[in-house]
């Protein structure tokens, strides 16, 4: 109910007023526009796991927790099905995905920030810019990357786009900007301009390691660029020893640095790498990078606990190979392996004629992943990584190869190979994502709804102007 109503019933009343009482009252708990009232969020925080679906959500839980563990994210009480499709296939990409959440329309495969016809429509992070409220995005991923991207930029084509990307992202005055990619900010990238120079100087405090961003304390606008290309992976960063900080750690800095204002904020969290794992079938990988998402969902609730001013999303852009917790898995032994199957294909050496070596393949799997193989399965390996020519990400053929056999091995349960690598996504499905939130505004999701929805409900809720499809921030 809203103030005046409250007031109307604590008065004493006469009896003929009791019929407008209950007129007034089913009025209002019918009305849209009452039931807004009561969910308003200053905050909205939307928290991306790229590519995790259910059977990621679950191993996580499994290994973390075992049968009878909760997740952070599983404790939100409200829930969603999401269906994925882009506009030119029934499997999106993160680009599409991505676009479609941060924009409210469909777009085709490897587009951001546009629709279908390639004309520049604007976010959700765009219209909660132009109410006044701060904005912010996070990744493990590169920040020019498709899903950051989706938020923050607009171009026709994500493989080509990396650093007209970035150029809007300091053009659109972004409040927080933390993540990878700091090559695309690069002089040799911008045609001879430092675009770090450039964010320095119109007032951003810039970081590029976990020390320089403790240190942040009274900053307006903050940019942190802590890899070259992608943040290493959790597995990785103990032996990398990285410097760089956590997802929670990110996304608590950025929280205290866009909650100071008086208008309220938008963030969005991305959880880059849970994707990256699943398409190299690296069930450890899945399990590590899906915690530390959780753990930064328990970070977020607990500091909007009590506020009762913020909203929080959490989702996937799409499901990634198919990943499901088997019942054959052989969760002890994945649980020993310590680094990714991207350090370990770095470990692999090679002839003169770049052929891979046999026996830096058996020394990899022996050391790593604790798996003796045969000479014959050695030799397999070598063929499959010849012979699986992957459609997108070519860089990545033999450590993906590396966790599909690892996987294959202590029978866990993912794609096949042979479908990763005929398919233009790299393995993505169209299974549906369930969709968690919490705060005001959070009962909206429920049932089955569609990635175009949640920027729909997230403006609504808040009451934040938006229209998708338009471009009033492009055109200006």
Known sequence: MNKTTK?????????????????????????????????????????????????????????????????HLEKLEHVALMRTYSANNFVTDSAAGGSAIATGVKTNNESIGVD??????????????????????????MVVDATPAAFGASVSNRWTGGAHIARQLFDNRIDVILGGGASYFGAD?????????????????????????????????????????????????????????????????????????????????????????????????????????????????????????????VLADHETMGTSASETMDINALKRI??????????????????????????V???????????????QFIDNVRKNRTLVYPQHQIDWEIGSTIANYYKAGVADRSVRAASTTGGHTANMIPVFATGPGSEAFDG?????????IITKAARVPFTPGQNQTKEE
């Open 116 to 141: 279908s016809n390639g004309s520049e429509v604007d976010s959700v992070l765009d219209a909660f810019q132009m109410s006044g409220k701060k904005v912010g995005i996070i990744s493990t991923n």
């Open 189 to 313: 990238k911008q045609n001879g301009v430092d675009l770090v120079a450039k964010f320095k100087e119109a007032g951003y405090r810039v970081t590029a390691n976990k020390q320089e961003l403790d240190s942040v304390q009274k900053s307006e606008k903050l940019l942190g660029l802590f890899h070259p290309t992608y943040m290493n992976f959790k597995l990785d960063k103990e032996e990398l020893h990285s410097q760089e900080p956590s997802l929670p750690e990110m996304t608590t800095k950025a929280i205290e640095i866009l909650s100071k204002g008086d208008n309220g904020f938008f963030l969005m969290t991305e959880g880059a790498r849970i994707d990256h794992t699943e398409h190299a079938a690296d069930i450890t990988g899945i399990w590590r990078e899906t915690i530390e998402f959780d753990q930064t969902v328990k970070e977020v609730v607990d500091w909007a606990k009590n506020r009762n001013d913020t909203l929080i999303v």
């Open 448 to 456: 089955v709804i569609d990635n175009t929805d949640i920027s729909q």
């Open 7 to 71: 007031k109307f019933i604590h008065k004493p009343r006469r009896p003929y007023q009791f019929g407008l009482l209950v007129l007034f009252c089913l009025i209002g708990l019918t009305s849209p526009i009452h039931a807004e009232s009561q969910n308003t969020p200053k905050n909205v925080i939307l928290l991306i796991g790229d590519g995790m679906g259910l059977g990621a959500i679950d191993i996580a839980r499994q290994f973390e927790y075992g049968k009878t563990g909760i997740l």
């Open 365 to 379: 799997f022996k050391k790593y992943a604790h798996i003796s193989l045969t000479n014959k399965e050695v030799h």
């Open 338 to 363: 310590n680094v990714s199957s991207e350090y370990m294909s770095k470990q692999l050496t090679f002839d003169k004629n770049n052929e891979i070596n046999p026996e830096s393949v058996d020394s």
